[in-house]
């Protein structure tokens, strides 16, 4: 079946760095995306990854192992307004997405 | 950038009638419209899938019947959730494609109450 993992909730402090990992076993990989959703709010997109490696944007950066079934999302330089839930999904053989039951992130001061 | 507008962004309504969800593609032409639900606190979950002019794709345990979609155009898409019942209260967020790989544009969601 098709799996995707990551923690349900992760804390971390103003100012500080935050890992986000999300792991994966779909039938079939077209990329990988990380979402921010803000409670009753839809999903907003924050980076996509189909090679391996590094994407830096701004503070948010998102890593990709395709070998390994593994990505996660980078947050620098924290801010309260990044609370929120990280969605991680996959598209599928069929560019169908694939969600994560999302990680929420409490920041605090 | 791409806009989806989903309209209402809540609704209240009386067990046993239907409500109707709209997204409407802004800017672009969505070949594909993806319809999700999310209950608190979980991920989304795909309801159904349709292209432009066919018949919607739904995913197991999703009855047709009750959620009907039509995709009449390639600017909008409608979701109606027929004879409501309050266990159908949940958060649904429709996604349009323009059939890239990496092309999905969210709406804004609707919050459904059923009392």
């Known amino acids: 079946g098709q799996n995707i993992d990551q923690p349900t909730e992760m804390t971390a402090t103003e100012g500080a760095i935050v890992q986000i990992n999300c792991t994966y076993q779909?039938?079939?990989?077209?990329?990988l995306f990380w979402y921010q959703q803000h409670a009753g709010e839809a999903p907003t997109f924050l980076s996509y990854?189909?090679l391996d490696g590094l994407e830096e944007k701004g503070r948010f950066s998102s890593f990709l192992s395709r070998s390994k079934g593994y990505s996660y999302l980078l947050l620098k330089e924290l801010q309260m307004k990044d609370s929120a839930s990280y969605l991680c999904a996959v598209a599928d053989s069929n560019y169908q997405l694939i969600w994560g039951a999302g990680t929420k992130l409490i920041i605090k001061p | 950038g791409a806009v989806v507008s989903q309209h209402p962004s809540w609704v209240i309504c009386k067990s046993g009638t239907s409500v109707k969800i709209e997204c409407r593609s802004l800017d672009f032409q969505a070949t594909t419209m993806f319809w999700y639900r999310q209950f608190p606190k979980q991920s989304l979950m795909l309801m159904a899938t349709?292209?432009?002019?066919?018949?919607?794709?739904?995913e197991q345990g999703v009855e047709k019947d009750k959620f009907l979609i039509n995709h009449a155009s390639l600017t909008l898409s409608t979701l109606t959730v027929t004879s409501a019942h309050p266990e159908d209260s949940s958060f649904y967020i429709c996604s349009a494609s323009r059939g890239t790989a990496t092309d999905y544009t969210f709406g804004s969601g609707t919050r459904l109450t059923v009392v």
């Open positions: 990854n189909v």
């Open positions: 349709s292209n432009e002019g066919s018949k919607a794709t739904y």
């Open positions: 779909t039938s079939g990989f077209n990329g």
